[in-house]
T-cell receptor, first 121, second 110 residues
């Protein structure tokens, strides 16, 4: 059974930084692309970033490009999201998600429960 | 504004059949398979349909998906109270090089 456990969320001031982690289990981690998606309170899903399972190619939404960095450690079955220059509009639950396959274009198959990031002074 | 367009709400009575539409463009729907997710408030989304019309194991056959041109649809037959949830369509957008979602449809079972 796929299990994705996010951590690292919390309250941070505007302009601050935060690193999210997602520990994966129940599948061969390095065979799958991984993603971060966020959901602001009462809102829909917004894709944030993806990283392939093969060549570690990375992709970002325009709203976070240049501020967020996705990475993965296949030896620890973990994917990370380093967020900097945070803004109030980044406030959301951040969900870690596993793709259907190795490439990012295979889209999202499984989801974690999410971790809340609150950007406020 | 979401790249994919969904109606914000839908409703039906128990036993009824409802459909939810998802409209895109030739750069997304029609190029890659559409995924449909169900999200019960307070929980993580789950896949109902992938590759336009494929159901993962464990998803009841009351749920079906279709795609035509630049639009996709999710149909739910024999509506049940536990189907009350938010439904999102999604697809990989090759032009934007990212995943795009619809704005979501809140389904109410009357």
């Amino acid at each position: 059974e796929v299990n994705l456990l996010e951590s690292g969320g919390g309250l941070v001031q505007p302009g601050g930084s935060l690193r999210l982690s997602c520990a994966a289990s129940g599948f061969t981690f390095n065979n799958y692309a991984m993603n971060w998606v966020r959901q602001a309170p009462g809102k829909g899903l917004e894709w944030v970033s993806s990283i392939s399972g093969a060549d570690y190619s990375t992709y970002y939404a325009d709203s976070v490009k240049g501020r967020f960095t996705i990475s993965r450690d296949n030896s620890k079955n973990t994917v990370f999201l380093l967020m900097s220059s945070l803004r109030a509009e980044d406030t959301a639950v951040y969900l870690c998600a596993k793709s259907f396959g190795l490439g990012v274009s295979t889209s999202i198959e499984s989801w974690g429960q999410g971790t809340l990031v609150n950007v406020s002074s | 504004q979401p790249v994919l367009t969904q109606p914000p709400s839908a409703s039906g009575t128990p036993g009824q059949r409802v459909t939810i539409s998802c409209s895109g463009t030739g750069s997304n729907i029609g190029v890659n398979g559409v995924i449909w997710y169900q999200q019960i408030p307070g929980t993580a989304p789950r896949v109902l349909i992938y590759s336009n019309n494929q159901r993962p194991s464990g998803v009841p056959d009351r749920f079906s998906g279709s795609e035509s041109g630049t639009s996709a649809s999710l149909a739910i037959s024999g509506l049940q109270s536990e189907d009350e949830a938010d439904y999102f369509c999604s697809v990989w957008h090759f032009g934007l090089r990212g995943v795009v979602f619809g704005g979501g449809t809140r389904l109410t079972v009357l």
